[in-house]
Each structure stands twice: as C-alpha cells, then as structure tokens.
C-alpha cells in the first residue's frame, strides 16, 4: 500500500497532465473540427435539392460545395409569424436551440435556392421520433405548394425500422411531387400505414416504423404551418 | 513506498519470439474476446450495419487496447494500489478522447455516424480487461502486442458480422453496390432481370441480426475448435 501523499501527488500529476494535453489537441483541432461542421451542414441543406444541382453531391469536393452555397443560395430567417429578420444568417440558426425557446421567440431559416432548374425554397422543420429527435429540410418549387424534394436527418431511430427515413433513399423521394395546399387549405402531407388513399397529399409509412412515421407527419403538419405567413407574404 | 520488487531472473524477449506470436494470434481465435470470452458484445451490434463503419471502428478499438496496455504496463510500478483501476480509466478516456478528436477532424460525416459509440470504447469490457488481466503485471512490449491482438480479434469479428449484415440487409459492401433495384448496382433486380426475386432482407439491419451472425460465428469455431466447448 502507498501513502496517502503518494495517492494525492499522483493523481494530481496525472490528471494535470492528461487535462493539458486534451486542452492542447482541442483547441489546436478547432478550426478544422468547426470548418468540418460548416461544409456538413451545407451538405445537409443541399441534400433536399440534389436532384437539381446539376452535379453529383457525394462527388463534390468540400471547397466545390462552399462555392456553391455562396454562389446559389439565398439566406433568410424570419421570426414567428413569418417576417423576415435582419442581420441574422439562416446558416447560423440551431433548430435544436430554438426548441428550446418559447415559440414566440424563435426564428426560422429558409434558403432559397437559385439553380439552372429553377429557384426552390428550403425550410427546415424539426420533431419527434420514437426515441429521440428527427428532422426535415422540404425543398418547395416556386410555386410554393409542391415539393421538390427532402432530406430527413435522426438521432437515434432504430436501424432498419425508423433509421431507413434516412438510410432508405426511396422514402424521400415519395415526397417529390406532392402538394401541401389542397385549393387554398393548408393539408401538409402526411405519412400512412396501409396504403395511400389521398395520392396529392399522402406517402406511404415504413413497415414496423408507426411512431416515426407519426412523427414525421405531425413534423410536417406543424413545422410547415410556421412558414405559411411567409409564403404567403411571397405570393403577393 | 518500502515496497521490495522481487527480481525474476531476467528472460530473454526477442521482438517477434514464440510468445509474442501467440499473444498476437490467440485472441485473433482461441481467445477471442467477442466470440470466446463474450466482451464488448454491446458495440457488436451497433456498429455492424455497415463495414465502412466497422472498420473505423476496429481501427480506434485497436488503437485503445494496444496503446493503453503500453501506457499503463510502463506505468504498472507506480500506480498506487489502491486507486489502479481510476488510473486505468483516466488512461482510457484519454485515448478515447483522443481517438474521437482526430476522427472529427479526419472524417466528420463519419464521426457524425459513429457519435456516441466511439465515446463507449471507454466502457468497452474488453480494454480493461485487458489492462486488468495482463498489462499490469507484463512488460510494455508484451503489453502492447496482447492490446493489438486483442483489438484485432474484436475487429475481425467486428468487421466479418458487419460484411454479412450490410450484404444481405442493404446489397452492398463497403457501399459498393452488389445487389439491388437500381441499375448502379452489380446485380440488378429489376423487374426482366434473372434475380428479380430477390430482396435485400431488412431483418438484417436490425440490432438483433448482430446477435443471430455472432451466434453463428461462435457455433462454427466451437465446432471446429473442441477445446473451446468446455470452457464457459
């Protein structure tokens, strides 16, 4: 056995040096670690409009990607009901902070795209999953009503049940096409289990994946809903 | 400190003798810490949907086995007994920070993926254990190879459960696509082709194929190996 000074030094060396070190690596890591995160994110937003970029995503470098969201997207964040705010960028809004503040406070990014196809507007909506958090960018032509395309992104649905919103490409692209007004009501579209019934407003759910699916039609229901005094706003 | 170390006649340890070769390949089989001795079985099943994932994931787990097992076997003669295994943890969680450091910045799609399982090498059964069992009271260079081999054995099977999973649950290895519904893949099932019956089976892509592919994996070594079916 060793004395309790021996004890008391020891730990006090390691965890001083094991303490340096890490700090050392983190910061010296930082710039790489936040310019990673930048290009990743743009990667995320342009995933609902990959069908329209005129260029393979996965195969685009990283610098090919930043020239292109400074080339061709339009930033604009608007507040909860629907004008737009000044001087914020919508790259810098954090769905997962404005969660958390009460929903007259929040603010919403929405990314107009202008591509050789056609301009697209990409909103982001945000809910809940089985086990945690899921979440959506809806690409809409510019008639604002149809969409053009989603990505969908998770935090720990189950692989193979609720993860294939994400890993199962065929389940974003049955939004491709679909319409969220019905005249001039606002429907959304939902997700249904047993076939779809609604063609315009309806996609087909994931087998053993009911409250994912849930989840992403009550996302859409209410995220969508935010944006609609902004789009409104745009028609006129 | 009044503590006498008991000097055993010295050895002679060649760099690649005997005994190093065994501590390298006996966890690769006999002793293999997922299919023998049943550890760390919790991230067997998370990260086995597809090998790209489970390589990097063999990569940070045999980074951790061997280069804890060096730190602590040089460390052995001066941790105090009576806090050895906080010690063993801080090494650790250090190199698993580490590990997860440099994977963010290497590779942040990746790492995005992997978030949280690369945190949990930390409470992997299979690093201690291994600091436990062998490297406090072996020297360094012994340590070390016992870590990679170990390491390697958990991402042999690792990566061998990953290939059948992503096969035959998603049609691909490694993303390159074998088989499936769209014309990019190798084999293609669409409609007039030859294996238009065949569907990727999604069973496979949840957790519990894991378990069915390693149950699988231990009956065959158990069949061929006799030694192995007494011991648990």
């Given amino acids: 056995m060793q004395s309790n000074n021996y004890v008391t030094f020891y730990t006090v060396v390691m965890t001083l040096i094991v303490s340096v070190v890490l700090a050392v690596i983190v910061s010296g890591l930082k710039p790489v670690h936040d310019d990673n995160e930048a290009v990743f994110k743009k990667r995320e937003v342009f995933k609902a409009v990959k069908d329209y970029l005129g260029a393979d995503l996965d195969k685009m470098s990283d610098k090919e990607v930043l020239a292109l969201f400074e080339k061709s997207m339009k930033q604009v964040v608007i507040d909860a009901n629907g004008k737009p705010v000044e001087g914020v960028k919508a790259e810098n809004i954090d769905m997962a902070k404005e969660d958390k503040k009460p929903a007259a406070d929040r603010q919403y990014p929405v990314f107009i795209y202008e591509g050789d196809k056609g301009t697209y507007y990409l909103v982001a909506v945000r809910g809940n999953g089985l086990w945690d958090k899921i979440w959506s960018t809806v690409a809409l032509k510019d008639d604002l009503n149809t969409i053009a395309g989603t990505s969908f992104g998770h935090v720990g649905e189950t692989p193979g049940l609720g993860a294939e919103i994400t890993d199962n490409p065929s389940f974003p692209k049955q939004f491709q096409g679909k319409t969220i007004y019905d005249g001039n009501e606002f429907v959304s579209v939902s997700v249904v289990k047993g076939g779809i019934k609604i063609p315009a407003h309806q996609v087909d759910a994931i087998t053993g994946a009911t409250i994912t699916s849930y989840g992403v039609t009550e996302m859409f229901e209410r995220g969508l809903r935010v944006y609609l005094p902004y789009f409104e706003s745009l028609k006129k | ?232």
């Avoid at chain 2, 503590?3 to 002793?31: A, C």
């Avoid at chain 2, 995005?112 to 009271?137: D, P, Q």
């Avoid at chain 2, 099977?157 to 390159?176: C, M, N, P, W």
């Fill in chain 2, 1 to 232: 400190m009044a503590e006498t170390i008991i000097q055993v006649e010295e050895e002679k340890e060649p760099l690649f003798g005997k005994k190093e070769r065994k501590l390298l390949i006996d966890p690769i089989n006999d002793n293999n810490p997922i299919t023998v001795q049943v550890l760390g079985i919790c991230s067997a099943l998370a990260v086995t949907t597809l090998v790209n994932k489970a390589i990097v994931m063999a990569v940070a787990v045999i980074f951790v086995t061997a280069f804890s097992n060096l730190a602590v076997s040089l460390l052995r003669k001066g941790i105090p007994k009576q806090i050895r295994m906080i010690v063993q943890l801080v090494v650790i969680a250090f190199l698993v920070t580490v590990v997860e450091l440099a994977l963010k910045a290497a590779n942040y799609p990746i790492w995005k993926e992997l978030s949280v399982y690369i945190g949990l090498i930390i409470t992997n059964c299979i690093v201690m254990g291994r600091l436990e069992a062998y490297a406090m009271a072996n020297k360094p260079w012994r340590s070390f190879m016992d870590g990679v081999g170990n390491g390697v054995g958990y991402g042999v099977i690792l990566i061998i459960v990953a290939a059948v999973r992503e096969l035959f649950g998603k049609g691909s290895l490694a993303d390159f696509k074998i088989i499936g519904n769209t014309p990019e893949y190798l084999i293609d099932t669409t409609q007039n082709s030859f294996f238009a019956w065949y569907m990727p089976n999604n069973l496979m892509v949840i957790p519990a194929a894991a378990l069915f592919v390693i149950g699988i994996i231990i009956w065959v070594q158990r069949s061929r190996n006799s030694k192995l079916v007494d011991v648990s």
